[in-house]
């Protein structure tokens, strides 16, 4: 069995505006700050982490983040939830080809986001992708990404007794970040450059592979059955 786990946002669509403007309402009707994700560099990045180091870059304190971010949690996905029918997702070139053919290899698929869960399987709900992951780590279980690799390895072990020793498991992601966090727990990493990362940079931090785009299918294919 083979266990792929793939990022959500720049790997297999576009920017959501919808999530975007989730977070400018949510600091603006929890913490009264009118703000937005652009004052950081977010990419790769979970919803929680973003939320506190937004804040902190706006000055509050950390122990009112901390108090607050569950209230945050919900108000940013049920604005998400509510708007998102009004989003115009776009799915990156390449990508329903590659995942229908996973899906007919029998290739399990799961997703590894920095995205409240709630707020990934809604945007891949809305453009038809949710129907092939069947597990994930999310930015609901945990503020720092290399744990949500964990966990969903661990979901991918409980629910289709995959076992990491003896199968292969692939993180594939656009950034940086994604790649890092595959290889604290010891996955191949695929990056692919439809981010903001270039091809040389996501090699530099690691990667074992590297694809300009999920277009590649038979390149792609050719890599996870090599190892």
Same mark, same amino acid.
């Given at each position: 069995?083979?266990?792929?786990?793939?990022?959500?946002?720049?790997?297999?669509?576009?920017?959501?505006?919808?999530?975007?403007? *989730?977070?400018?309402?949510?600091?603006?009707?929890?913490?009264?700050?009118?703000?937005?994700?652009?004052?950081?560099?977010?990419?790769?990045?979970?919803?929680?982490?973003?939320?506190?180091?937004?804040?902190?870059?706006?000055?509050?304190?950390?122990?009112?983040?901390?108090?607050?971010?569950?209230?945050?949690?919900?108000?940013?996905?049920?604005?998400?939830?509510?708007?998102?029918?009004?989003?115009?997702?776009?799915?990156?070139?390449?990508?329903?080809?590659?995942?229908?053919?996973?899906? !007919?290899?029998?290739? +399990?698929? #799961?997703?590894?986001? #920095?995205?409240?869960?709630?707020?990934?399987? *809604?945007?891949?709900?809305?453009?038809?992708?949710?129907? @092939?992951?069947? +597990?994930?780590?999310? #930015?609901?279980?945990?503020?720092?990404?290399?744990? +949500?690799?964990?966990?969903?390895?661990?979901? $991918?072990?409980?629910? @289709?007794?995959? !076992? %990491?020793?003896? /199968?292969? $498991?692939?993180?594939?992601?656009?950034?940086?970040?994604?790649?890092? $966090?595959?290889?604290?727990?010891?996955?191949?990493?695929?990056?692919? /450059?439809?981010?903001? @990362?270039? %091809?040389?940079?996501?090699?530099? !931090?690691?990667?074992?592979?590297?694809?300009?785009?999920?277009?590649?299918?038979?390149?792609?294919?050719?890599?996870?059955?090599?190892?």
């Amino acid at each position: 069995m083979i266990l792929l786990l793939f990022d959500i946002d720049k790997t297999l669509i576009d920017r959501s505006e919808c999530h975007h403007r *989730a977070f400018s309402h949510a600091f603006q009707e929890v913490f009264q700050v009118n703000t937005d994700i652009d004052i950081i560099n977010y990419h790769g990045k979970t919803d929680p982490q973003i939320t506190c180091e937004v804040l902190k870059k706006e000055g509050l304190d950390e122990n009112l983040i901390k108090k607050k971010l569950d209230e945050f949690k919900e108000i940013l996905s049920s604005y998400f939830i509510l708007n998102v029918k009004d989003d115009h997702i776009m799915v990156l070139e390449g990508v329903r080809d590659l995942l229908t053919e996973l899906e !007919s290899q029998g290739i +399990l698929l #799961g997703l590894i986001t #920095g995205n409240l869960e709630s707020i990934a399987r *809604a945007k891949l709900k809305q453009v038809d992708l949710d129907k @092939y992951f069947k +597990l994930g780590g999310f #930015g609901s279980d945990n503020y720092h990404r290399p744990y +949500l690799v964990s966990t969903a390895l661990k979901r $991918a072990s409980r629910k @289709y007794n995959f !076992s %990491p020793d003896n /199968s292969p $498991a692939f993180v594939i992601g656009d950034t940086p970040r994604d790649i890092k $966090a595959g290889l604290k727990n010891k996955t191949g990493t695929i990056g692919v /450059s439809t981010g903001i @990362y270039s %091809p040389q940079e996501l090699k530099d !931090s690691g990667a074992d592979f590297v694809l300009e785009s999920l277009e590649y299918k038979k390149e792609f294919m050719r890599f996870i059955k090599s190892r």
